[in-house]
């Protein structure tokens, strides 16, 4: 936002206007893309259909390549949609105080489980330069609160014929900004 200001919900409907970076810069993979190949024996017609993000996610998971990247192969599909937070304190920009956010709609493109963790996942279907670091940060806090497992977010974008991920975290669970990237790559699906 203009002048170095950004807006939060902190309320459905109601927001707050703070100072600082509430943005983040997504990193160029400088890395060329990793020919993947499926582990479905079959082709899916049906992903070819349209060009939504929910159909590239879909087809990056039924292909195993989420599981993949994130070295789990218990990963299962359990959360889509929108939902709202319980309440949940932090720090964010420049504001001095804790911040107090309850009952905000969040939505998560797709949400895996697996053993030991649970994966968030926000999915675009272009290429993205940054992204506002809320659609990260406040589905991450939200299950947080709903699990004991570990929480990471992802990053997705299908970008022409190549799927790309990006694994962050925060130092501080309480801190907004405190989002840090884990690695990344990006990938060709092949079909078997």
């Given at each position: 936002m203009d002048?170095?200001?950004?807006?939060?919900?902190?309320?459905n409907g109601v927001y707050s206007i703070l100072q600082g970076e509430g943005y983040?810069?997504?990193?160029?993979i400088a890395t060329q893309a990793t020919i993947y190949k499926s582990r479905l024996d079959f082709e899916l017609n049906t992903s070819k259909v349209g060009n939504s993000e929910m159909q590239?996610?879909?087809?990056a998971y039924s292909s195993s390549l989420i599981r993949h990247f994130l070295e789990d192969e218990s990963l299962v599909l359990t959360i889509r949609g929108r939902k709202y937070t319980p309440k949940f304190e932090f720090y964010a920009g420049q504001h001095k105080h804790l911040i107090t956010a309850?009952?905000?709609?969040?939505?998560?493109?797709?949400?895996?489980?697996?053993?030991n963790q649970v994966v968030l996942i926000e999915a675009k279907n272009r290429s993205t330069t940054n992204t506002?670091?809320?659609?990260?940060?406040?589905?991450?806090?939200?299950?947080?609160?709903?699990?004991?497992k570990k929480v990471n977010v992802l990053f997705f974008e299908k970008r022409q014929n190549e799927y790309a991920l990006w694994q962050f975290d925060f130092d501080d669970e309480k801190d907004y900004n405190s989002i840090k990237l884990l690695?990344?790559?990006q990938f060709e699906i092949e079909s078997r």
């Open positions: 002048n170095n200001l950004f807006i939060l919900p902190i309320k983040i810069d997504v990193p160029e590239h996610l879909d087809f309850e009952g905000v709609q969040t939505e998560v493109d797709a949400g895996y489980e697996g053993r506002i670091i809320r659609q990260l940060y406040y589905p991450f806090r939200q299950w947080q609160i709903h699990t004991k690695k990344s790559a």
